[in-house]
């Protein structure tokens, strides 16, 4: 496969590898990114980007939590002045609320809510951002939504890089059962609810994380060991550590929590029975930040605006 100087400079963009680092690193993979990635990290030339990629796409993150539930929509547009108008912002507000009065998980959660009714506009979410479109100009969709709840306890929430009330760049929810005290677990929940914000964990647990990516791990760390020509006991040895590490990094329960980096999120869990009245259980998270995955070619600043202008 030919490697074009495009895909050197992106691959130099993901992992800070320099010019002849990252080409030998596609060359060797045959142009495959992810492997060249992989490549550049088992020679110790790049580090694990952790965060789920380049986030391209603008519009805003709305959630709504009352009690027991709680519900965060992404809705997108094309550019960051549609997500600051205040009629798309009442917009996202709205199909928040409606999100969280929708008794569905998973992906059947953005299905119902782009079909259920908009009160304010008697007529399906799908059909008003559709309208909407037409009026404002710009491509709009509702692409994602998590709904959690619990029988009982709460379901905190926290809106990080806010614009207006309860919607921003990133929108979090986490589910804690107990039978405590509602506003400390609440206020408990909302601590929590930052850090998730603030270090994006792939997991709530070891036993939740995608087989795929501990695989994908294990098999750097793998080659990483390797490289350095100690025997296999050995490796094996560094391996198992180096895996409890990533662990650490990744899965929520297991991370340093932000408020007191001395303990895990797990221990800060547990200490919070003493302060709610009842023993606590993070069952739950739910993390969504703007335009996450999403590819979006990318326009200098004048013209996004003139693009906006009609120019």
């Avoid at 929509?73 to 917009?91: G, I, L, P």
């Avoid at 909407?132 to 619990?150: K, Q």
């Avoid at 709460?154 to 039978?179: F, P, Q, R």
């Avoid at 998270?285 to 990318?298: D, P, Q, S």
Wanted: aromatic fraction near 4%; charged fraction near 25%; proline fraction near 2%.
């Amino acid at each position: 496969m030919s490697i074009t100087a495009a895909m050197v400079k992106e691959l130099r963009d993901k992992t800070g590898a320099g010019m002849m680092d990252s080409k030998k690193a596609l060359t060797e993979n045959d142009g495959d990114m992810e492997a060249a990635v992989d490549w550049l990290r088992a020679k110790g030339i790049a580090k694990a980007d952790k965060k789920a990629g380049r986030t391209a796409a603008e519009g805003l993150v709305g959630v709504a939590a009352s009690g027991t539930s709680g519900a965060a929509v992404e809705v997108n547009s094309e550019t960051d002045f549609v997500a600051r108008n205040a009629d798309f912002q009442k917009m996202v507000g709205e199909i928040a609320t409606v999100a969280n009065g929708i008794d569905a998980t998973g992906n059947d959660v953005i299905a119902q809510v782009n079909a259920a009714t908009l009160p304010s506009a008697g007529k399906s979410v799908e059909d008003h951002i559709k309208d909407a479109v037409g009026t404002i100009g710009e491509n709009m969709n509702a692409r994602r939504a998590a709904r959690l709840s619990v029988g009982s306890g709460v379901v905190a929430s926290y809106v990080h890089n806010a614009t207006a009330t309860d919607m921003g760049k990133i929108g979090v929810l986490i589910a804690l059962e107990s039978t405590g005290d509602t506003e400390k677990l609440n206020e408990f929940g909302r601590k929590v609810a930052m850090h998730v914000a603030a270090n994006a964990p792939a997991s709530l647990d070891v036993d939740d994380l995608d087989p795929a990516l501990v695989d994908r791990e294990k098999s750097v760390l793998t080659e990483q060991a390797r490289e350095s020509g100690k025997p296999d006991n050995v490796i094996e040895k560094m391996i198992v550590g180096r895996m409890n590490k990533f662990y650490q990094e990744v899965c929520l329960m297991k991370q340093a929590f932000v408020m007191d980096p001395d303990i895990t999120v797990e221990k800060a869990v547990e200490n919070a029975a003493a302060e709610v009245g009842a023993p606590v259980k993070l069952v739950a998270y739910a993390r969504l930040a703007v335009g996450e995955g999403i590819e979006k070619e990318e326009e200098d600043f004048a013209a996004e605006v003139a693009k906006t202008m009609g120019g």
